[in-house]
């Protein structure tokens, strides 16, 4: 059964501002990633936070992690037109597959 | 290569037919994934492969879906008798280490599309 599920299902921002999208999930984890996927493509790996890691960041990108609340936020910052594409949050348990949620389609207007 | 390859980029198979899709993973990674995506939204897990071993099939609907990693060889995804409910996009990834290891992403190739008519 699915892991993730995030909010929102879609977000339109104006270039320059911020974009917070959100990530639940179910069971314990080893560690929770995020990925981009544009459209016709495959998904990009864009950060890796571990379990007993609470905040990272990467460029623009801010992610925090909740395992007492089961969840984890991804942060763009001033964001661009490129940034438009669909992300995905996904959790690693023991069996190693990934199990990704139902991800945020993100539109960036310029 | 330093990219998962997919072939063919689009497939189109009658109802019944057997379908096969083609993954070469980055060289020196020991981890293969098929996952299948539906009407862009979720990405189901089928099957992995620990070099040409099979690792986890959990996912896999084991009547008419088959694949294999042989050396030497991209590996291979095969649907027997395809049905209309198979129409998806299909995913290849490799990661150099097991997933649940610090930094060890998953690399994605671009997606075989399956039409099934």
């Known amino acids: 059964s699915q892991q993730g599920e995030e909010d929102p299902q879609a977000l339109s921002i104006q270039e320059g501002e911020n974009a917070t999208m959100n990530c639940s999930y179910k069971?314990?984890?080893?560690?929770l990633q995020w990925y981009r996927q544009n459209s016709g493509r495959g998904l990009v790996h864009l950060i890796l936070?571990?379990?007993?890691?609470r905040e990272k960041h990467s460029g623009r990108l801010r992610v925090t992690l909740d395992t007492s609340k089961k969840s984890s936020s991804l942060l763009i910052t001033a964001s661009r037109a490129a940034d438009t594409a669909s992300y995905f949050c996904?959790?690693?348990?023991?069996?190693?597959?990934?199990?990704f949620g139902t991800g945020t389609r993100l539109q960036v207007f310029p | 290569g330093e990219e998962v390859a997919q072939t063919p980029k689009h497939l189109v198979r009658g109802e019944g037919q057997k379908a096969k899709l083609y993954c070469a993973p980055i060289?020196?990674?020991?981890?293969v994934f098929w996952y299948q995506q539906v009407l862009k939204n979720e990405f189901k897990f089928l099957i992995s492969?620990?070099?040409?071993?099979?690792?986890?099939e959990t996912g896999m609907p084991k009547e008419r879906f088959s694949a294999k990693c042989l050396p030497n060889s991209p590996c291979s995804l095969e649907i027997q008798a395809t049905k209309l409910e198979d129409s998806a996009v299909y995913f290849c990834?490799?990661?150099?280490?097991?997933?649940?290891?610090?930094?060890?992403?998953?690399?994605f190739g671009n997606g075989t599309r399956l039409t099934v008519t």
């Open positions: 996904a959790t690693t348990v023991d069996t190693d597959k990934l199990i």
């Open positions: 492969f620990q070099n040409e071993n099979v690792f986890d």
């Open positions: 990834a490799s990661s150099q280490f097991r997933p649940t290891s610090y930094n060890s992403p998953l690399h």
């Open positions: 069971t314990s984890i080893n560690n």
């Open positions: 936070i571990r379990s007993n890691e």
């Open positions: 060289k020196g990674h020991s981890y």
